[in-house]
């Protein structure tokens, strides 16, 4: 999977591998406007919170290269970044990453391609620390030889640059010969479990089994999981966590349990602005993600629906969080 490259830059343009289409199809499309960005974002063609992240700061660039080519005055370049930010609100990424890239529009379009290539370059090699930080993490507090890991939503490297965050802890576990097994929630309404985990698994020949949401309390309960571990899309400074709906579930399943519950997430997912996760936007999506599968009706056609597409776990609910540096327990310091 190392050899996937989700998210590209070339020359002047972002190639990036369309996840709507995954696991049956697996084709680049080519982004060269800010409004192809917008719309891959908003699709969930590129999602996760770190490459949501990558994107934005290389959305930046395309609106910077749109600008001249149309003649954008500077206040619709503006106009289009803000778009670009505002294009999906829980993953701070994105937000963090255009602002970042944003503050060297007037430097010229090699400055804002490096830092855009720094945020990248910088993703990667949090992959790999907090996989490390987790591994020595797990070795000095857990001592398994072996883990029965659940996992929720999709945090590897279609979700990232590199490795990915809960799915890299998982990856390098089983490279030390420490996964038994992982179970995968499917990760209603689109799948990211069951289209993206299992397939990114599949092809690093790591055991799983993919269950339905409403498994894994059960499978939680029955004492069929030794740890479960997932990403976020933004964590407030008391540890609530933002991550795909669902996660809340796993969670509460875990405190009563007793289970160990990991949040694995590089520091550009913590948001050092907000005390709680009662100031997270979350994003309500769509209602045919909910009353349709693929083509087929599977409600009423025109029931009402709740759609979130996050919630929120209590910092208190997290046993730990992995990041890449050591000790990112942010939880009011
Ligand atoms: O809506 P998505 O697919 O962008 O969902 C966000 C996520 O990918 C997850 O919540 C994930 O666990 C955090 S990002 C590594």
Known sequence: VSDIRPIEWETDHLRILDQTLLPSIEEYR???????????????????????????????????????????????????????????????????????????????????????????????????AIANNALTWLDVNYQKPSYRILTHCNTGTLATTYWGTALGVIRALHLAGKVTEVLV??????????RLTAWELEKLGIPYRIQVDSAAAGAILGGMVDFAIVGADRIAKNG???????????????????????????????????ASGNSIEIEERNKREVLNFGNIDVAPIGSNVFNPAFDVTPGSFVTHFFSETKDAVYRGE
């Open 185 to 194: 929630d499917e990760t209603r309404p689109l799948l990211q479990g069951s």
């Open 30 to 128: 080519e982004l060269r406007t800010v409004n192809d960005v917008i719309l891959a974002i908003q699709s969930l063609a590129v999602r996760g919170a770190p490459a949501l992240g990558a994107v934005g700061a290389y959305g930046v660039v395309i609106a910077f290269i749109q600008a001249e080519r149309e003649q954008w005055t500077p206040e619709t370049l503006g106009q289009n970044i803000r778009n670009l930010r505002d294009a999906r609100p829980t993953a701070v990424n994105l937000a963090w990453a255009v602002d970042r890239v944003s503050r060297y529009l007037g430097d010229g379009i090699q400055r804002i391609l490096d830092e855009a290539q720094a945020i990248e370059n910088e993703d990667r090699e949090a992959n790999l």
């Open 240 to 274: 609530d966590t933002a991550n795909k709906v669902g996660t809340l579930s796993v969670a509460l399943a875990c405190k009563y349990a007793g289970v160990p519950f990991f949040v694995a997430a590089p520091t550009s997912t913590f948001d050092q602005s907000i």
